[in-house]
């Protein structure tokens, strides 16, 4: 038997580790590598994560997530400044309030995807808070440290980490810690002194398609959170394989899969996180390209694919409509929740409304049809 | 009825002319839970170190090759409808396929139990 990837039990040196590398070993975690860090993949078994997670509280370690402060001024110029690089609205992000953005080159293809958030303290004003992902920050940050008005500065913030904790039974899980966090409203974000902790910024978002939480705290206080978490019975550790299992379900986008330099928000069915105002003013990177895949659509497009029968198809497997190649695998495993068998892939514009479409699977074709994202509906908190 | 090892983590049960064939459960272990099986078809001829079966586990896809030369005479149905049955039991109603042996004495070249487990030790 063969072809798995290899086991790391060894660990190359060069591999950083969050701060609590030595509870997931003693919870008899398999580490692997993972964007330049050692990590988690799995504690019980990527299947009961992924179902637990459903349907209680999965707890994640996220802290190898790139975490920085974007300071200015004021909003306004902050807004301003984070705007030159990425097409979303930020100016109108609301104190408190975060977004799904994508920071793009010049050719409108996507250097990496991130979350913003404003601050909800008043004091703050200025202050955006970037998460960004583990494999990209060096790169981002230098990007965007290169890009910035005179009068706004990027200050990276490597110690603080970051856990997530997702589920339906999340709230209650977290309501122990501070009465206020299940008044969070889905994309709200709140300084809070959590018992026990001390100051944290929680957030209501995730990565999974549940109900959720991050929770941003410093390194040297991040084990005593994640202790608190773990104690709870409606809690369970889940590692990277499950955190895979639950995005690709949910239909989100991984950087290095669905996105990358060459990938435009359109083609990655991303439209939404481009508003009318900046669409009217086009005064985002790569706009002309983007504007134009707008108008006439892109020559491709990110799409859910369900095979039919039970064979799986990972990433690389080619799209087929007969014998002509029509697009490629980005994502694909099995969905615990789904049952079966789920990927997600480019098609080319023209093979977009056929009927059936073929992965290839070990030579072999495997029907599958283009369906709707996501495989499993969203539960975020509304 | 003897078990012998294959280095790739296959065991085969000789029964007269006929080895069965399963991942041990070492390897099940290292591939976490298996959610499909790709089996033989029965009739085919198969050597020594061809690919014959193919297990999915929620990470990844193995191949899982013959240890040994033959006919496949029969396959686990059950796998099909039950791929968890690897992880449950790889050992016993995990088996994957059924093969007349065609030259007995490529068994030899096999490991018993004491060598399978300091080669599994060596390779931890």
Partial sequence: MAGQPPETSSTPEDLKRTPLHGRHAAAGAKLVPFAGYEMPVQYRGIVAEH???REKAGLFDVSHMGQA???GPDHEAAAKALETLVPGDIASLKPGRMRYTLLLNEEGGVIDDLMVMRPADRDRDGTLLLVVNAARKDVDFAHLSSRLPAGVRLTPAPSLALLAVQGPASAGVLRALHPDIASLAFMEARELALDGVGQAIVTRSGYTGEDGFEISVPDDKVGELWDLLAADERVMPVGLGARDSLRLEAGLCLYGHELDET??????DLDWTIPKRRREAGDFPGAPRILREIAEGPSRRRVGLKPEGRSIAREGAE??????VVGIVTSGGFGPSAGGAVAMGYVSRDALGADTLDLVVRGKAAPARIVPLPFVPHRYAR | MTTRYSKDHEWVRVEGEVATVGITTYAQEQLGDVVFVELPEVGKTVAKGDEVAVVESVKAASEVYAPVSGEIVETNGALEGEPAKVNADAAGEGWFFKLRLSDASELEAL???????AHVEAEA
């Fill in chain 1, 51 to 53: 179902q637990w997670t």
């Fill in chain 1, 69 to 71: 402060l974007l300071l």
């Fill in chain 1, 263 to 268: 990938t435009s928000p359109i083609e990655a």
């Fill in chain 1, 319 to 324: 799209i087929r409509r007969g014998e002509e």
């Fill in chain 2, 111 to 117: 490991m018993d139990e004491a060598a399978y487990k």
